[in-house]
């Protein structure tokens, strides 16, 4: 949603290449709109960024890592917008997905945009006084019974946390862990998107 950003960044005052402006954006960069291709230029244009990733990066990867294989992706995917985000970039219909002579195309476009993902986006920001992530920091967490009664609890060592650790997190709702279970870090505030941002 290209246009509703440069919005809220003009009614903000944010100037791009203003050494004392500092974008942070939360995750979901790309799906569900129709201005992905327009959003990766334009944030490519911001030398003044910190992206955080979201999980919508990651349906990305694992979105291709299944065409990879030769499989359709999932209906997640689908319903997500990563199947029509992909599209987007290739400048084509959905039907690209089920046509196997489309598979090793789509790697190719899709694949510098990954890179740039993966160079461009951070697990989480940190200021004196803030933390940016985009569903929640990770946390530990058991099944103290039913599935819906997941159980949240600090760690100690989040900022270090695995690979795995951090994309369970980006799925996670930062707001009603805080609430709910009261885990938050000392003397900081945690800004979140994922949900919150819809």
Not at 126 to 146: A, K, L, M, R, W
């Amino acid at each position: 949603f290209l246009n509703e950003l440069k919005e809220a960044l003009n009614n903000a005052g944010f100037e791009i290449g203003n050494q004392n402006h500092l974008l942070v954006g939360c995750g979901d960069y790309f799906d569900r709109g129709s201005q992905n291709c327009e959003m990766l230029e334009f944030l490519s244009s911001i030398p003044n960024k910190v992206l955080v990733r979201g999980n919508h990066c990651d349906l990305l990867s694992e979105c291709l890592d299944e065409i990879r294989a030769g499989y359709t992706p999932g209906r997640h995917h689908f319903s997500n917008g990563t199947v029509k985000t992909i599209c987007q970039f290739c400048g084509q219909n959905e039907w690209i997905i089920y046509d196997p002579t489309w598979r090793d195309k789509i790697l190719e476009i899709m694949q510098p945009i990954l890179n740039w993902i993966d160079e461009n986006c951070v697990d989480y920001y940190e200021t004196q006084n803030h933390i940016f992530v985009h569903g929640y920091i990770p946390c530990q967490s058991d099944f103290s019974g039913p599935w819906y009664s997941k159980n949240y609890k600090y760690l100690d060592n989040w900022r270090n946390a695995t690979k795995e650790q951090w994309e369970a997190a980006r799925w996670d709702n930062g707001v009603d862990i805080a609430k709910t279970f009261g885990v938050v870090e000392p003397r900081k505030q945690i800004v979140v998107g994922h949900w919150h941002c819809s």
